[in-house]
């Protein structure tokens, strides 16, 4: 019940339109997803509603809504008249136009091809250096490559529950030997592996995910084993959560829903 409620409550940061919304409901649903990973025997439900996510359009979408935010935002400010002389009236109209161009071109951007390197030119050839997107914005080259990656935890919490769910329905409550539909959207031509040895699944990610520097943001793991023992219990195995500031790390231990799994 908790994490339901906690479902519906993040809905509301997830339709609004600002991206720090956005990227608040990204934060809170990798903790949920690491949670639903850890469960078993859940409703049907909690698969279409993983799947039903739909984080880029969400991110896109607020990175054009920003565009026009920042404009709007500057002309209700009451800022003084030297504001809008040629020169900073030049400079917001060229953020909100390269803003919009922005959001297209991580559009075309896919979660194996969004790298460092590509993000860098992207954000040069659009804010240069002393630019008002560079000056307000100097952290946002990270933001889609958050974004990208989650897509990708979000389609592995997928598969995990779907092959909890055909290993609860089979008659002696053994994993199944294939899962349907391992090819990852979020990284067009790459599939995830699933394979079973005995009373152990493994299911991990087989594209090449560009790495970033460390960071403090939470990221999950892109496998996950799960064991049956004699006696029935599903036992998770996963690698070590990463990008956990200490403070995150004692909230883990000590938030009463995640702490029971």
Request: with cysteine; charged share 25%.
């Amino acid at each position: 019940r908790m994490l339901e409620a906690a479902w519906k409550v993040n809905e509301g940061l997830r339709s609004r339109p600002e991206m720090i919304s956005q990227l608040a409901a990204i934060a809170i649903t990798r903790w949920q997803l690491a949670v639903l990973r850890k469960m078993d025997g859940l409703k049907p439900a909690w698969v279409e509603r993983i799947r039903e996510q739909d984080a880029r359009r969400g991110f896109i979408q607020a990175l054009e809504w920003q565009s026009f935010s920042f404009a709007k935002g500057m002309k209700e400010a009451g800022l003084p008249e030297t504001w809008w002389s040629p020169g900073p009236r030049r400079e917001i109209v060229s953020y909100t136009r390269n803003t919009r161009e922005l959001a297209k071109e991580i559009g075309n951007q896919n979660a194996c091809s969004y790298d460092p390197e590509r993000a860098r030119r992207l954000w040069e050839k659009r804010f240069p250096r002393r630019s008002f997107g560079a000056i307000f914005f100097p952290n946002s080259q990270e933001s889609p490559h958050r974004m990208f990656r989650f897509l990708l935890e979000q389609e592995l919490t997928e598969l995990v529950l779907r092959a909890k769910a055909a290993r609860a329905s089979s008659a002696d409550g053994s994993w199944p030997s294939d899962l349907e539909n391992l090819a990852s959207s979020a990284c067009p031509g790459a599939h995830w592996s699933y394979r079973v040895a005995g009373e152990t699944m493994s299911i991990s990610f087989g594209g090449d995910f560009p790495q970033w520097p460390q960071s403090g943001t939470l990221k999950l793991p892109l496998s996950h084993k799960a064991s049956v023992s004699r006696r029935g219990l599903l036992t998770a195995r996963c690698q070590p959560l990463t990008g956990f500031a200490p403070g995150h790390r004692l909230l883990w231990m000590a938030h009463p829903l995640l702490s029971s799994f």
